[in-house]
């Protein structure tokens, strides 16, 4: 990557953060919730919410999946000011690694110091089967790709660790918050794949001797460019299908309406979650 490249891509968040900063006024969300398939509603529970659709953000495309929504909402959960993110940006619709990524740069440029992200993921451990919650406490990035490549732009480390990149006392809190509300909350290893085709067995069966615990395809790239910001994560699976091999065969309409029967509880847990993130 370039200097000018990088210059490029730096005029492109503060652009996209000036343009969500105008319509935000004077709230300063603290923390980001990156919505996965299904979860949409949760920025309808959002109060004073002002709604920012990508076509007023430059550098947002459209969002493209049955599912997501394209728009930023602002506003405050559980007394909490928030920014949640209705449609991500997919590797596997075509999208650069640094457009994934962008909304996560664009959240941490506003002063957001805390991301959640959700996602939908089929289960690859035997026992995560469908519908189930998991609590992210680690990922395995074999998407090929990372959004840091290129110099390092500025603000971010060039080499950022990730020994706890699914923050200990963020996830100790969703535990909490899981057990007040009486929300089983499993714990796992997350692995991002590029997609759009779902695995094959022989490849669920190689990411079983990996360690993996579910497996989906996205949130990784986010969490990369959020952690090299220094901002804290969390991340949240649905548990829609049994990983391919393991059970019947895999149909994204029967992921979307597994993910709906326990998007409510994902929501209240996040809602509670939140509530209990420390200024
Ligand atoms: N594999 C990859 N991504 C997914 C899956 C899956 O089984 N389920 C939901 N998203």
Redesign the pocket.
């Known amino acids: 990557m370039t200097q000018p490249e990088n210059a490029e891509r730096e005029a492109e968040i503060r652009a996209a953060a000036d343009a969500v900063a105008r319509r935000l006024g004077k709230r300063r969300p603290r923390v980001a919730i990156v919505l996965g398939s299904g979860l949409g509603f949760l920025g309808e529970e959002v109060q004073d919410a002002v709604r920012i659709p990508y076509a007023d953000i430059p550098g947002f495309p459209q969002p493209g999946v049955v599912g997501h929504k394209g728009e930023l909402v602002a506003g405050t959960l559980a007394g909490v000011p928030v920014l949640v993110q209705s449609g991500r940006f997919h590797l596997y619709e075509g999208h650069s690694p640094a457009t994934a990524a962008l909304p996560v740069r664009v959240f941490a440029q506003l002063g957001v110091g805390t991301l959640v992200a959700t996602n ?3 289960g690859v451990r035997q026992n995560l089967r469908p519908p189930a919650l998991m609590l992210i406490t680690d990922h395995i990035n074999l998407t090929g790709r990372n959004p840091l490549v290129g110099l390092a732009l500025a603000g971010e480390q060039r080499f950022p660790d990730m020994t706890v990149a699914y923050d200990a006392e963020l996830r100790a809190l969703a535990q909490t918050a899981a057990r007040e509300q009486g929300i089983a909350l499993e714990e796992g290893v997350y692995c991002a ?1 590029l ?1 759009p085709s ?2 094959t067995p022989a490849e669920i069966r190689m990411l079983q001797r990996l360690g993996v615990d579910a ?3 996205s949130t990784v790239p986010e969490v990369i460019a959020a952690r090299a910001r220094g901002v804290r994560c969390v991340g949240f699976s649905i548990i ?2 049994a ?2 091999g393991l059970g019947a065969p ?1 149909d994204h309409k029967e ?1 979307l309406a597994m993910g709906a029967r326990v998007a409510t509880q994902l929501g209240a847990l996040i809602t509670g979650l939140v509530r209990r993130i420390p200024a």
């Open positions: 939908a993921a089929g794949l997609g779902y695995e497996v989906g395809m829609t299908n990983a391919a895999l992921v």
